[in-house]
């Protein structure tokens, strides 16, 4: 299951620095994330289990999520709440506050490119979204990537390393210099969906609590 020309890095404790320094429900919301992991399983049958489980969510052509966004860079510290809705290939980012900034509606064409209307009106377009948010934000965060990330599932242009559990869930990506650690699952239609997530990538961590899923198309919400 892993991929080519990665180093896997040994584990690091995590967000020890900045996530001491939160207060309030949201402090507490990321600490309740720290339960054990399961082992990591290399067994054909766990292998089996990722594949059906992939093969199940990309034939999904939409879906929903609410969650919660933490993102630290150096020192300083930034939350957002995320409303991710996906129609027939196009993706919808509603972010209230995204790190503190203000907020606004990110769309995503099913060719790739994007479109940021903040909520005072501002208009941003770019051919990919990674590059638009961080000339908007001026952090990166890698949207392209996070469209298969927080889904539990691979890019499919990215080399990679990987870790499941027997059930053939992901512990952790390494992909596209990020490393993505997932410490929590529910099952949602059947499928175990990822509630609970660290993004690191050097200095920066990103981290998502997911509230609510849904698979398949919006008619509840």
Known sequence: MNGHGMTRPPRRIRGAGWLAGLVGGWGLLLAGCAAPLPEADTSPAAEAAFEERTEQLVALDSWRLVARL???????YWSAQLNWRVQEGQHVLDLSGPMGRGGGRLTLSDNG????VTRSGERFQAQDPDTLVARVLGESIPVSGMIYWVRGLLHPEASYQLDIDADGRPLEILQSGWAIEYTEFEEVDGVSMPVAMVLEREEVELRARIGR???GPDETW
């Open 70 to 76: 933490g993102l630290a860079s150096g020192e300083e």
């Open 113 to 116: 490119r994007a479109l940021l």
């Open 213 to 215: 899923w849904q698979l």
